[in-house]
C-alpha cells in the first residue's frame, strides 16, 4: 500500500464527510481546508494507482 493509499483510507475514516452540505461555497475556513486536503490526497492516490497502471476499481490491496 501506497502513503497516498493509507492517507486516503486515514481521511475516509477519521475526517467528517462534507458531502451533505448543498452548497459549497457557504463552508467555513476549516471545512474548506478539510475538502482541499481530501482532494489533494484523492488526486495523489489516483495518479499513483496510474503510474502503477491500476484503477480504483481493482482495489489497492495491503501488500503487493
Wanted: glycine share 6%; no cysteine; net charge positive.
Amino acid at each position: 500500500m501506497s502513503v497516498w493509499g493509507l492517507l486516503s483510507r486515514l481521511n475516509k475514516v477519521l475526517l467528517p464527510s462534507i458531502h451533505k452540505v448543498p452548497d459549497l461555497t457557504r463552508l467555513n475556513g476549516i471545512q474548506k481546508a478539510v475538502v482541499g486536503w481530501k482532494m489533494y490526497v484523492t488526486y495523489r492516490h489516483l495518479d499513483e494507482l496510474k503510474k502503477r497502471q491500476d484503477t480504483p476499481l481493482d482495489g489497492d490491496p495491503l501488500a503487493h
